[in-house]
């Protein structure tokens, strides 16, 4: 039963994928959908970055997560190289959990 959920959203996800190459030539968008489309893919990433900032599960994940977060985008921000981007932030989070703020 597995196996064949599993194929089935296989199929399913090429298909879609596939379409989208099929069809270029024949879908003709108007200009102001040709003007959102890179707004929206925009937003659906910071909509994620923010669900996954500040929630575990259904529930609030806590301070220390989105401080750590937070600290990671001043840095990046201010073009500080990757590693030490995901090693200030990880290192202030698991210092804040380590003082007891959750």
Known sequence: ??????????????????????????????????????????????ALAATATLMEGAAFAGYARPAGVAIGALLAWRRAPFVVVVLAAA????????AGIE
Do not use: D
Request: zero cysteines; aromatic letters at 2%.
């Open 1 to 46: 039963m597995v196996i064949a959920a599993i194929v089935v959203l296989a199929v399913g996800t090429y298909a879609m994928r596939l379409s989208g190459v099929l069809l270029r030539e024949r879908l003709e968008l108007s200009e102001p959908v040709q003007r959102l489309l890179p707004m929206a893919a925009a937003s659906l990433l910071a």
């Open 91 to 98: 290192l202030s989070a698991a210092l804040l959990r380590l």
